[in-house]
């Protein structure tokens, strides 16, 4: 099993916490399409032995693309990789582009839309929504300078679940000024709607953003850590007392309804990132594509890949499997540390773990090392503290 991202790095507008790469001139909108579907092509001997079962339109703001632009691209994904029967394919979407989407004459013409944007994004084979929520209150999303507001985002799940039952919602914890009662009401909220699948972030004050600039300024009130545990564990609580697996540790999904795309990153399975910025994964290799899209452009052009690439060591490579085994219901298995790095990486494993199995934070079951209740919070720092360095 293999998976393709493809990075869209266009928004209508700067979230004030955000750190990804975007870009809010649409002005080379048509040359990245283009780019995008000449590095699918450029790149697909890298597949040629395996089947994609995913594809993740991410960003940046997907949902920007024409409902022609995003089926150019799946059917560019057909053309050249071996696609499974029924592949996941998931469009991140902003909840007022889904509510305000309009068609456009050319698509009209040719009868690519209809008069719902949901309907389209199905005929064109999307079967899963990942909506961008994260919160139902005026308050937090002004804060965040989201582009939407708390109606468009109720109205936006009224509609999307007449349509697509495979949908997820991002949902963000930690706000200054959010009560833990107002906490309560955004997840009661999302419930309502039936949503099968939540992922929900601790808001984080990235170096260069706007926010860390507020803060700093005195604008916006610091984040408080307190606070962000205590949501995190009413999030847990509430969710899982709603059926919801706590499958990951910013992931909730009912049976059925994870995500395949990114369970696969976490099972340490191979991806394609296509696209600006975008991360690639082979096995035993790391690339990265540049982050600007004049020049990714041109390299595409040109035909060259405008990307780097690191070979993971024994120890790069165990400290990932750590990190993301810790965050996920799935563990470590001690079983595959010894067959994949050796007995003296098992017996590191072992001895730097006690100190947090003694203090309730990880546990062992059935030959895999898990993070308890109380340590899932903790676990990317708990992870830290496990590594071996080179």
């Known amino acids: 099993m293999s998976g393709i991202y493809i990075h869209i790095p266009f928004c209508k507008q700067a979230c004030h916490y955000c750190d990804f790469h975007f ?9 990245l399409v283009i ?16 089947t994609v079962e995913t594809l993740y339109f991410g960003g940046g703001t997907p949902s920007l693309l024409s409902i022609e632009e995003l089926q150019f691209l799946i059917q560019q994904v057909y053309a050249n990789y071996n696609v499974s029967e029924v592949p996941e394919i998931t469009i991140e979407a902003n909840p007022d582009d889904l509510i305000l989407a309009e068609q456009s004459p050319r698509e009209a013409s040719r009868g690519l839309t209809s008069n719902s944007i949901f309907s389209d994004y199905k005929k064109i084979g999307i079967n899963r929504l990942s909506i961008g929520i994260q919160s139902f209150f005026e308050d937090d999303l002004k804060l965040m300078n989201r582009a939407h507001n708390s109606q468009e985002a109720k109205s936006c799940l009224e509609e999307a679940t007449r349509y697509f039952d495979n949908i997820s919602i991002d949902l963000i914890y930690g706000i200054p000024g959010l009560s833990n009662a107002q906490w309560q009401q955004n997840i009661d909220m999302a419930l309502s709607y039936g ?28 984040v408080d850590d307190d606070l962000a545990h205590d949501q995190f564990h009413m999030l847990v609580e509430t969710l899982e007392a709603h059926d919801f697996v706590h499958y990951e540790l910013s992931n909730f999904g009912k049976d059925r309804f994870f995500s395949r795309n990114n369970s696969a990153y976490w099972q340490g399975k191979p991806y394609l990132g296509i696209g600006p910025s975008a991360h690639s994964f082979s096995g035993n290799e790391r690339s990265w594509n540049i982050r600007n899209n004049s020049k990714y452009i041109k390299a595409i052009e040109a035909g060259t890949f405008p990307k780097e690439t690191e070979t993971l060591s024994t120890a790069d490579s165990y400290n990932e499997y750590v990190m993301t085994g810790l965050r996920t219901v799935w563990g470590v298995s001690l079983q595959k540390v010894a067959s994949n790095y050796g007995s003296e990486y098992k017996k590191y494993l072992l001895e730097q773990s006690q100190t947090f199995i003694n203090q309730q934070l990880l546990y062992i079951e059935d030959e895999k090392l898990l993070v308890t209740k109380k340590g899932k919070f903790l676990s990317d720092g708990i992870a830290s503290s496990l590594f071996k360095l080179n």
Do not use: C, Q
Request: overall charge positive; aromatic content about 6%.
């Open 23 to 31: 870009s809010t001139s649409l002005k080379k909108r048509d040359e």
């Open 195 to 222: 949503i099968p699948h939540i992922s929900s972030y601790a808001l984080t004050v990235e170096p260069k953003t706007a926010l860390e600039s507020f803060i700093k300024k005195g604008i916006i009130e610091n």
């Open 35 to 50: 780019a995008l579907a000449k590095e699918l092509e450029m790149r697909k001997d890298e597949f040629k032995n395996t």
